[in-house]
């Protein structure tokens, strides 16, 4: 029986507090000057701001989501004239697993004088609104989608890797998981049971699976299944290994059982999968002989 889906807030909350997560963001400010940030997934979305009179000029937006959508997708939301954010949504597996969003920009310097004149008028602030309405960074009319493919790609980076995120090992943890975490790693190719895992690191059942789900936030059951599924995204690249062979030699005994899990989390089957592997590689070795050639 296929195992059930961990929790979206779970996966949102792992990638959100992730080394790479944060890593990107404070980049991203540096280089960009934009402000972003990781957030849940809502379908209504107010103003990214700290002036609060901005939320109350803005009626929220409605975003609304393909159940059928497999890649990160963007919208762009203009707020008031020439004030607009890009926001992202980090497609994982088979759902929306959380919202890639910039600050407020504006386009011109006109659009800012406008801004400023509707913060003032609805917060009476003169100080307050000029310095929210300066602050904001401009960003011409062409770039906003520069800004929107540049995090695309890191949406697609998180929606490919934020399986492997999942299984990373934290800095500190119990040395009875790290043990157990080497076990799995060792024999997932083959059968292993929970009680397995739980005699090598000299556990009782119940007290392991108590620890395994506080320590990693998922069960045994399902980090397994997602081991499983990263040791057979790594086979697929060969393409001239037979699906079949790779779903055995990553541990699952059901070719069936196994383009289901895959589907599930990775949000294709494993054939199309290999496709999108080979093309990416292929694309990538272009933009590197383009790159060559021009130096």
Not at 58 to 79: A, G, M, V
Not at 240 to 247: D, E, G, K
Request: aromatic share 8%.
């Amino acid at each position: 029986m296929e195992k059930r889906a961990i929790k979206v807030d779970r996966v949102f909350e792992t990638l959100s507090r992730s080394k790479s997560y944060c890593d990107f963001e404070q980049a991203f400010k540096v280089v960009s000057g934009i402000q972003l940030s990781f957030e849940p997934t809502d379908e209504n979305l107010f103003p990214r701001s700290d002036a609060l009179c901005l939320r109350d000029l803005c009626p929220p937006r409605r975003l609304s989501f393909d159940p059928e959508q497999r890649k990160p997708f963007t919208t762009k939301i203009e707020w008031l004239p020439g004030i607009l954010e890009v926001v992202i949504a980090i497609v994982m597996g088979t759902g929306v697993i959380g919202l890639l969003r910039t600050g407020c920009m504006a386009q011109d310097a006109a659009s800012r004088d406008g801004l400023k004149k509707h913060l003032k008028k609805r917060c009476g602030d003169v100080r307050l609104s000029n310095a929210f309405a300066m602050g904001l960074p401009i960003i011409p009319n062409s770039d906003p989608d520069g800004v929107s493919v540049l995090l695309l790609q890191y949406a697609d980076y998180l929606a490919r890797f934020g399986n492997q995120l999942l299984l990373e090992q934290p800095l500190c943890e119990p040395a009875t998981i790290a043990r157990a975490r080497q076990y799995i790693q060792s024999h997932h190719e083959g059968t292993i049971l929970l009680n397995e895992v739980a005699d090598h690191v000299h556990v009782s059942t119940f007290y392991f699976c108590k620890l395994f789900k506080k320590t990693t936030g998922i069960n045994f059951s399902e980090f397994l299944v997602r081991t499983r599924i990263e040791t057979a995204k790594k086979l697929l690249v060969n393409r001239s290994q037979l699906i079949n062979q790779v779903a055995l030699d990553a541990g699952f005994q059901s070719l069936t059982h196994f383009n289901r899990v895959f589907k599930r989390l990775v949000g294709v089957p494993p054939r199309q999968f290999r496709k999108h592997s080979v093309v990416c590689h292929l694309e990538n070795g272009l933009n590197q002989a383009k790159y060559i050639s021009r130096q």
